[in-house]
């Protein structure tokens, strides 16, 4: 038996268990926030097994789309549990991925050597929002598919060739049919792209490790990842499902629309069209600036500078923790993009309109502000 | 250092939290529409089951004063069973209505009485139809309808209940078919009072004044949006029970697990 395993462990495969999980070397003072990684793995996983399920009683089609919604809602057993877990695992992908990027900017972990991983932290990003949108879609409910109008339309802003680009998206004049059906295949593929980002990202993040609170360089101590952060993880994991499953049994359409729970009709316009509430920060960006161009481009900027990040930021120390400057901003910055969020499906009138106005400001002058401003005063 | 942070950052994040919490106050007040009272429902709480008697009265009142107007195209007789009637009752329900089925052999449609694999009756052949008889507005499907309102059933009560007279200066106009209701947004509703009292006879014997009927007939709706809910209760607090259990297994393996790593003391020779 000893030998069998022995050889098992000799296997190319296998090694990649014991080097990359089971004696992969950890630093010894991870906080909880270090398992919002493992986190955010796990509902991705839950996602794709509980979305390959649902694929099974749904048709990509405008007359049934709604319709078979209901059917897993009502006929299918343990459908609605299912649908629930799908609908609000999406927010809590975007739970556990913001606090990760948050443990991430709080700590320095954008700093030397591990800027590649934070870039390919800023692609799964992008891939999750793309998943998110095209996932809102397939009820085809009235905010699905306003949703996808309004969204869609960004594209529209690109000068000379927009007006064609959203029509080649659309596969017609309008959203329909086609765009169902296409926004399905890419919602099945998405999550399965996101899955292979995420190994590169774990293979990235193994290259050099990871970073830690303190910010320093911990190779002289390091510790097995199994059992210590399995277990560390699974406790956390635990956590997330009962804060997860009490979501489901007792509010799982808080976090959603009413208004998606009536059919899409092609000629009544919702008085509010509202994206899911982890795109309100960005669409309170969007909404800000008066030009439609501008507003699209300040929009993307909102996340691509986050790969600025590596650059602007001229600390020579990496976590918040002994700057109290960047601590205190930190928290300024998440007050802001919570308000952002606020202010995202809010009204487009006075006040909102001109807090927009300042908090867009403020969201930004975070990252500016780590170029001398929050660090110069460190030494 | 930490607590002077805090301190420091409390000094910046609470005139912003003010401010925040100040203009959600001005957010609810601008729109013309009165929000609806959050109503004790006995169904609401995270280990209440659906209260069946009501939702069997409020079937009740739906077929014999909602459902001239307005369809359930999601709700089958079969539906019923178990929840408010049993199967015989649901199956002499179903056959007391005529259902279009066909083409038999010799290709022709047919009419027969309904099962309970039928769906709840409509009342109107088509949209059209519906516009044209109800001055222009159509009667929306019930079978979502406590999901697809903010509020939900709180709404639904807040409205069948809150009709009265329009104030000063609104000018509602009821030739047109057109009633005030200041929780329906924009306040002017298609819909006239329907739930009078002594509208309808309970066969339970309860007496049917117009707030017992709305309470049911909410309940009913409440229900009809989401069948499964009691299961996914039950199911629910039976899986929080277990991973809540797991939580502390794992947390009080991962405290004996990290014991030597917490207590190992590294000291510094000369």
């Given at each position: 038996m000893q030998s069998i395993?022995?050889?098992?462990?000799?296997?190319?495969?296998?090694?990649?268990?014991?080097?990359?999980?089971?004696?992969?070397?950890?630093?010894?003072?991870?906080?909880?926030?270090?398992?919002?990684?493992?986190?955010?793995?796990?509902?991705?996983?839950?996602?794709?097994?509980?979305?390959?399920?649902?694929?099974?009683?749904?048709?990509?089609?405008?007359?049934?789309?709604?319709?078979?919604?209901?059917?897993?809602?009502r006929d299918v057993v343990g459908?609605?549990?299912?649908?629930?877990?799908?609908?609000?695992?999406?927010?809590?992908?975007?739970?556990?991925?913001?606090?990760?990027?948050?443990?991430?900017?709080?700590?320095?972990?954008?700093?030397?050597?591990?800027?590649?991983?934070?870039?390919?932290?800023?692609?799964?990003?992008?891939?999750?929002?793309?998943?998110?949108?095209?996932?809102?879609?397939?009820?085809?409910?009235?905010?699905?598919?306003?949703?996808?109008?309004?969204?869609?339309?960004?594209?529209?802003?690109?000068?000379?060739?927009?007006?064609?680009?959203?029509?080649?998206?659309?596969?017609?004049?309008?959203?329909?049919?086609?765009?169902?059906?296409?926004?399905?295949?890419?919602?099945?593929?998405?999550?399965?792209?996101?899955?292979?980002?995420?190994?590169?990202?774990?293979?990235?993040?193994?290259?050099?490790?990871?970073?830690n609170p303190l910010g320093i360089n911990e190779n002289i101590k390091k510790i097995p990842f199994l059992t210590y952060y399995g277990i560390k993880d699974l406790f956390g994991i635990m956590l997330f499902i009962v804060f997860f499953v009490y979501f489901l049994v007792n509010c799982p359409n808080l976090l959603g629309h009413a208004d998606n729970y009536i059919e899409a009709l092609p000629l009544v316009t919702p008085a509010h069209i509202v994206p899911e509430w982890y795109f309100l920060p960005f669409y309170a960006i969007l909404r800000t600036i008066p030009d439609k161009l501008g507003g699209v481009i300040a929009m993307v900027v909102a996340i691509l500078i986050l790969l600025s990040l590596p650059f602007l930021d001229t600390s020579k120390i990496r976590s918040g923790l002994f700057k109290p400057l960047h601590f205190i901003n930190f928290i300024l910055f998440i007050c802001v993009t919570l308000c952002l969020g606020w202010l995202g499906q809010s009204v487009v009138e006075f006040p909102f309109s001109n807090l927009s106005e300042v908090v867009t400001i403020l969201y930004f002058f975070y990252f500016i502000s780590h170029f001398r401003l929050t660090t110069q005063y460190v030494k | 250092m930490f607590a002077a942070a805090l301190r420091e950052s409390a000094r910046v994040v609470l005139p912003v939290a003010a401010v925040v919490t100040g203009a959600t106050v001005m957010a609810s007040a601008n729109d013309e529409v009165v929000p609806a009272p959050n109503y004790p429902f006995s169904h609401k709480g995270?280990?209440?089951?659906?209260?069946?008697?009501?939702?069997?009265?409020?079937?009740?009142?739906?077929?014999?004063?909602?459902?001239?107007?307005?369809?359930?195209?999601?709700?089958?007789?079969?539906?019923?069973?178990?929840?408010?009637?049993?199967?015989?009752?649901?199956?002499?329900?179903?056959?007391?209505?005529?259902?279009?089925?066909?083409?038999?052999?010799?290709?022709?449609?047919?009419?027969?009485?309904?099962?309970?694999?039928?769906?709840?009756?409509?009342?109107?052949?088509?949209?059209?139809?519906?516009?044209?008889?109800?001055?222009?507005?159509?009667?929306?499907?019930?079978?979502?309808?406590?999901?697809?309102?903010?509020?939900?059933?709180?709404?639904?009560?807040?409205?069948?209940?809150?009709?009265?007279?329009?104030?000063?200066?609104?000018?509602?106009?009821?030739?047109?078919?057109?009633?005030?209701?200041?929780y329906f947004p924009g306040g002017k509703i298609g819909m006239p009072l329907q739930l009078i009292d002594g509208a309808v006879e309970y066969d339970d014997g309860v007496e049917s004044t117009a707030s017992q009927m709305a309470k049911d007939v909410c309940t009913f709706l409440a229900w009809a949006a989401e069948p499964h809910q009691d299961d996914r209760k039950r199911v629910g607090q039976q899986m929080l029970t277990l991973f809540a259990i797991c939580a502390v297994i794992a947390g009080y393996h991962k405290r004996f697990k990290w014991a030597p790593i917490k207590n190992t003391k590294i000291s510094y020779f000369k």
């Open positions: 395993m022995l050889r098992l462990r000799q296997n190319s495969l296998f090694n990649v268990y014991v080097n990359h999980a089971e004696w992969y070397p950890s630093p010894a003072n991870l906080n909880y926030f270090w398992g919002f990684g493992s986190i955010a793995l796990g509902v991705l996983v839950s996602q794709i097994v509980s979305g390959v399920l649902l694929a099974m009683h749904y048709n990509a089609n405008i007359n049934l789309a709604f319709n078979d919604v209901e059917h897993i809602m459908g609605d549990g299912l649908r629930y877990l799908h609908a609000n695992g999406a927010s809590m992908f975007f739970i556990s991925v913001y606090v990760h990027i948050g443990r991430g900017l709080f700590y320095g972990s954008y700093f030397y050597p591990r800027i590649t991983l934070w870039y390919s932290g800023v692609i799964l990003f992008f891939l999750m929002m793309a998943a998110g949108f095209l996932g809102y879609v397939l009820p085809w409910g009235q905010m699905s598919f306003w949703g996808a109008t309004v969204i869609t339309n960004f594209f529209s802003a690109i000068p000379v060739v927009g007006g064609a680009i959203v029509e080649w998206l659309w596969g017609g004049f309008s959203v329909d049919q086609p765009t169902l059906n296409r926004f399905f295949s890419l919602h099945f593929l998405i999550p399965f792209l996101l899955a292979g980002v995420a190994i590169i990202h774990i293979a990235l993040l193994h290259e050099h490790g990871s970073n | 995270p280990f209440s089951s659906w209260d069946t008697k009501s939702i069997r009265r409020g079937y009740q009142v739906y077929k014999e004063v909602c459902a001239s107007c307005h369809s359930m195209k999601y709700m089958h007789y079969r539906d019923l069973v178990g929840v408010a009637y049993n199967e015989k009752e649901a199956k002499f329900l179903a056959e007391q209505i005529e259902v279009e089925d066909g083409p038999n052999d010799e290709g022709e449609m047919f009419e027969r009485p309904g099962k309970l694999s039928d769906v709840f009756p409509a009342p109107y052949e088509n949209e059209e139809q519906a516009r044209a008889i109800n001055n222009g507005a159509l009667p929306p499907d019930l079978s979502l309808i406590a999901k697809a309102r903010h509020g939900g059933e709180d709404y639904l009560f807040a409205l069948l209940t809150g009709y009265r007279e329009a104030p000063a200066g609104v000018t509602v106009n009821e030739d047109a078919g057109q009633y005030y209701n200041p």
